[in-house]
Nanobody, 124 residues
Framework: QVRLVESGGGSVQVGGSLKLSCVVSGNTASRHCMGWFRQAPGKEREAVAGLNHNGSPYYTDPAKGRFTISQDNAKNTLYLQMNSLTPEDTAMYSC??????????????????WGQGTQVSVSS
């Protein structure tokens, strides 16, 4: 069983930055993909960024140019650096993990393990 624990959320003003972390523990596979998703109140969950099984990053349009996804395999940690934040980025951010090969790391149904989330609030 894989366990994911996010941290790094908080409240920032428009234009600010936050770096989210997701520590992975448990029976993890060497070949895997990981992603960041978010859900704002009253809205459906949406993908933000993901890493495929080769470590290549994928971003959705709202994240392109502002967010950077990365991982430190030695620390079993996934990161999401978020810059130039806007109120539209306010949401609960969750990380997800899936073993094996994934060609679409932005598809939520492909993930079997999820963290509890960390709240990001951006005020103007």
């Amino acid at each position: 069983q894989v366990r994911l624990v996010e941290s790094g959320g908080g409240s920032v003003q428009v234009g600010g930055s936050l770096k989210l972390s997701c520590v992975v523990s448990g029976n993890t596979a060497s070949r895997h993909c990981m992603g960041w998703f978010r859900q704002a109140p009253g809205k459906e969950r949406e993908a933000v960024a993901g890493l495929n099984h080769n470590g290549s990053p994928y971003y959705t349009d709202p994240a392109k140019g502002r967010f950077t996804i990365s991982q430190d395999n030695a620390k079993n940690t996934l990161y999401l650096q978020m810059n130039s934040l806007t109120p539209e980025d306010t949401a609960m951010y969750s990380c997800a993990w899936a073993s094996g090969i994934c060609y679409s790391p932005l598809r939520a149904p492909d993930y079997g393990a999820w963290g509890q989330g960390t709240q990001v609030s951006v005020s103007s």
